[in-house]
């Protein structure tokens, strides 16, 4: 596969030359073709995945769940087998750039149906996928106005009578569950329970008619019915006997960032370039605390931040406050133009994701065609624990860092990018992207805000931007670590502790998350990719170069993985680190 995906890439860079020999009359001959298929791989995707179907804005399955029964995860494998080698006979030298640039990123997402559902097969070790899956389905159907609420809770009903059946084929696929991720479904099944209980219903407090409402209590209490029976299942019978690692191996780590991320590195290279990153990283942290307060350890100047931090049902409306400063910067510093928007609202994160994800950007499809808001997600403690343990998980959203990761998030992070989306020069990038962009280009803004003077130069917001970067430096070695060297979950805790500087709570977290998110070190090696980028576009351009230009000509490309931005913005991939 490391061949291969060498080889991709330099199939990639040879696009320029085997244009340049080609007649001209044959630059774009096969568009027709391509599009035609491009299509066709598409309509199959929304076809095999509903709720992301509707989360794109495409509203035709909206009555159907995603099948993961035997069969079907294996007609899609054959799917994407037979896709990717319909693309692989078109002529890229025939395309026009952007459509060789699409047929390239297309190819890799096959690889990686491929390679999660064939090789990796979480769906055979995860219980958290079922319960969580089938949460997001109504999630997805009740969160927006994208439809009058009758219709949008007809289409629930139908997606909540197949729920119970979902549930039921969980257990007949699970037979290699992982420890870990057996625990995480337990800790998130009363939350999914909560959701249908509570916030399900409140969404449609508007619906008159009493048939339809009378059908929809049956159903989503089916729902809760078989949820709690789940929980039992996998408390009581799954976890004892769970004995599936969650480790890829190098060789499936290795393939799997090739074909999402278009990178092919040896892992101790990776590894290096990790933590050269942290030790650079965890250098300037220690400066900028001696900043702050040259008479504390550097530990105890985060800490001495770590209680700024308002009360946990402050938080939300706190920083909703924040966002209109931080927007008037990039229209000051000429950061990256901002298309015309809406406000976004902040808001809790849903229970089903509260497990492993802090803050996340939940923003309306790209197909949809109703004027919808942005969602900005923020996990608050859980009140059933105890109050230090909430006042612990609170550190995290200290005053400063609330601001960084806002800068992540919203301005000019993913919902900047967002922003952009339906002007995208094809719905294949509306579809399939690549981690290293955006999560890369998220981060990196964290770290190009501070550098343009963002707050001034104050040196605690500098410091919370350094310590999120450490994060993800920990996210690196810990994911390349974990999946390939044996490190435990308790292991990747301490490190995220104390290499990280983060709270236990969050260390925790961070480090579960890792044994699904195999790559998430994507955030690093995305920023420093970009940094690289921005540097040698700056060297081609010359006296036309901008900070706004780079960033205006990174946005209208989408997120493409960052060899092909590389490709169309400097016509050849050249050396991406």
Not at 82 to 103: G, K, P, Y
Not at 541 to 566: E, I, K, T, W
Request: glycine share 4%; charged share 20%.
């Amino acid at each position: 596969m490391r061949t291969r995906a060498i080889a991709a890439v330099l199939a990639v860079a040879a696009i320029v030359s085997c244009r340049s020999q080609a007649p001209a009359s044959r630059a774009g001959s096969a568009d027709a073709t391509f599009a035609a298929l491009s299509r066709e791989i598409l309509e199959d995707y929304f076809a095999r995945h509903p709720s992301a179907a509707t989360d794109l804005g495409i509203h035709k399955y909206d009555e159907r769940l995603d099948d993961r029964t035997p069969a079907a995860i294996q007609a899609e494998v054959s799917a994407a087998q037979a896709f990717r080698n319909r693309l692989a006979v078109l002529d890229a030298s025939t395309l026009t750039l952007q459509n060789a640039l699409d047929r390239e990123q297309l190819v890799h997402a096959m690889d990686a149906t491929v390679l999660s559902l064939d090789v990796i097969k979480r769906w055979a070790k995860d219980p958290d996928l079922y319960s969580s899956d089938i949460t997001n389905a109504a999630y997805v159907i009740m969160k927006r106005e994208y439809a009058p609420a009758a219709t949008r809770l007809k289409a629930l009903i139908a997606r909540e009578k197949l729920m119970p059946a979902a549930l039921q084929t969980a257990r007949a696929n699970l037979t290699n569950a992982v420890p870990v991720y057996a625990r995480i479904a337990v800790e998130q099944v009363d939350g999914n329970i909560s959701f249908f209980k509570n916030d399900v219903p409140a969404a449609f407090t508007s619906v008159t008619d009493q048939a339809l409402l009378s059908e929809f209590t049956q159903a989503n209490a089916a729902v809760m019915a078989a949820l709690d029976a789940y929980k039992g299942y996998v408390r009581d019978e799954l976890l004892p006997k769970a004995a599936g690692s969650f480790a890829y191996g190098s060789d499936v780590y290795l393939k799997a960032l090739a074909a999402n991320e278009l990178v092919d590195m040896p892992l101790d290279r990776l590894l290096q370039i990790a933590e050269q990153d942290r030790a650079k990283n965890e250098a300037a942290f220690q400066a900028t605390a001696r900043q702050i307060d040259a008479t504390k350890p550097p530990d105890a100047v985060l800490a001495s931040l770590q209680v700024q931090h308002p009360a946990p049902n402050r938080l939300l409306q706190e920083t909703q406050g924040t966002l209109d400063a931080i927007r008037q910067f990039l229209i000051d510093h000429r950061i990256v133009t901002i298309p015309p928007s809406d406000p976004l609202k902040v808001k809790e994160t849903p229970p089903f994701m509260r497990s492993t994800t802090s803050a996340s950007m939940d923003t309306p499809g790209p197909f949809e065609p109703a004027p919808l808001r942005a969602f900005y997600n923020m996990t608050l403690p859980d009140p059933r624990t105890p109050q230090k343990e909430q006042d612990d998980f609170m550190r995290q959203w200290y005053d400063a860092m609330t601001v960084n990761v806002s800068v992540h998030e919203v301005y000019p992070g993913h919902y900047i990018q967002f922003l952009y989306v339906k002007s995208l020069p094809s719905d294949v990038r509306k579809v399939f992207g690549a981690a290293t962009n955006s999560e890369g280009w998220a981060h990196y803004c964290e770290q190009m805000m501070q550098d343009e003077g963002f707050h001034g130069g104050d040196p605690r917001y500098r410091l919370a931007q350094l310590q999120d970067a450490l994060l993800r430096d920990v996210r690196f070695i810990a994911g390349i670590r974990m999946h390939t060297q044996g490190m435990t979950v308790e292991e990747a805790t301490t490190l995220f502790e104390t290499a990280g500087h983060q709270p236990h709570p969050v260390a925790v977290s961070e480090a579960k998350r890792g044994t699904s998110d195999a790559l998430y070190g994507y955030y690093t090696l995305g920023k420093l990719m970009i940094l690289k980028l921005r540097d040698d576009y700056r060297a081609k351009v010359g006296s036309d170069y901008s900070l706004q230009r780079f960033h205006d000509a990174m946005m209208q490309l989408g997120p493409l993985p960052l060899p092909l931005v590389r490709r169309a913005l400097l016509g050849e991939v050249g050396t991406v680190l």
